[in-house]
């Protein structure tokens, strides 16, 4: 059964649509997973909005959203998530950070699309919608055939990653999360052990990440140092910051292939095949 992601979104904190942001591309965080007949979207950022327009086209009606969390970057492109406005249609999403409340995802989606921020509200969603808050930390079973166990993440007002596991092979979503000085994160290392892709938040440069302490990010030498660990056997580079453009991308590319050559760097569009890894 086919198992397989393609990038529809990869940078972070904004969506950068520029003329030297192509190569990379400008969109923000979301991804698409296809696991035999089930679909999956990791996260809700300006990508998912062609995602979207693709699912229609493709008569896709039943869609599983998983957000590591819902700072304005990963949900901002929700609004404009066509197959959640049909009610022929059926959408699940799902997030673990926030806890404590009853109905929290639904309170946060519901503001965000309400006067004055947005002129349509969750409401029009004709779709057979469905919001489940759960807690970092368990596992999902969203279909007899894939098991997510999931972890929390070191981000301001918390975050999710997520693993994968489909025949035979695993695929980890780990962002936004910032590396915690003098060890690895034991709940990172616990969920991507042994782990085909890693799919890893590396916002900074170690430099520039010096100037960032407690902003909830880290870096590719982080990552690449937790796969090494967990013996994972490759990792995608992943919510570029909005300031490394096309040519700036290529160079880390190229340094972080020279530290490791199971590390790359993702680009929108791309697509994974999990068989070939």
């Not at 799902?94 to 965000?112: D, F, I, K, R």
């Not at 999710?160 to 060890?183: V, W």
């Not at 100037?211 to 690449?224: A, D, I, K, R, Y």
Request: aromatic share 8%; charged share 20%; net charge negative.
């Amino acid at each position: 059964m086919a198992f397989r992601l393609r990038f529809r979104g990869v940078r972070g904190s904004i969506a950068v649509p520029s003329p030297d942001h192509v190569r990379y591309g400008g969109n923000t965080s979301c991804i698409e997973v296809a696991l035999g007949d089930h679909r999956l979207v990791l996260d809700a950022g300006t990508g998912i909005r062609e995602l979207g327009q693709d699912l229609l086209r493709e008569n896709v009606r039943d869609v599983n959203i998983l957000l590591t969390h819902t700072h304005w970057d990963h949900i901002n492109g929700f609004p404009f998530f066509a197959p959640a406005y049909l009610p022929e249609n059926r959408v699940r999403i799902y997030a673990g950070h926030l806890t404590g409340e009853e109905n929290a995802l639904a309170a946060v989606l519901s503001t965000q699309m309400a006067n004055p921020m947005f002129p349509v509200p969750l409401e029009a969603m004709q779709a057979d919608l469905t919001l489940v808050d759960f807690r970092a930390g368990e596992t999902l079973h969203l279909f007899p055939d894939v098991e997510i166990p999931t972890a929390p993440l070191n981000h301001p007002n918390g975050a999710t990653g997520y693993r994968i596991n489909y025949d035979g092979r695993s695929l980890c979503y780990i962002t936004d999360t910032e590396h915690k000085p003098g060890g690895p994160d034991q709940r990172i290392l616990e969920l991507i052990k042994g782990a085909d892709l890693v799919i890893y938040d590396s916002t900074y440069t170690q430099e520039e990440y010096k100037n960032h302490v407690g902003w909830g990010h880290s870096t590719w030498n982080e990552g690449v140092r937790l796969c090494r660990a967990a013996d994972v056997k490759r990792m995608a580079i992943f919510h570029h910051e909005p300031d490394h453009d096309d040519a700036f991308m290529d160079a880390l590319a190229a340094e972080a292939a020279a530290v490791w050559d199971g590390a790359f760097v993702a680009q929108e569009g791309m697509v994974i095949d999990m068989d070939d890894l």
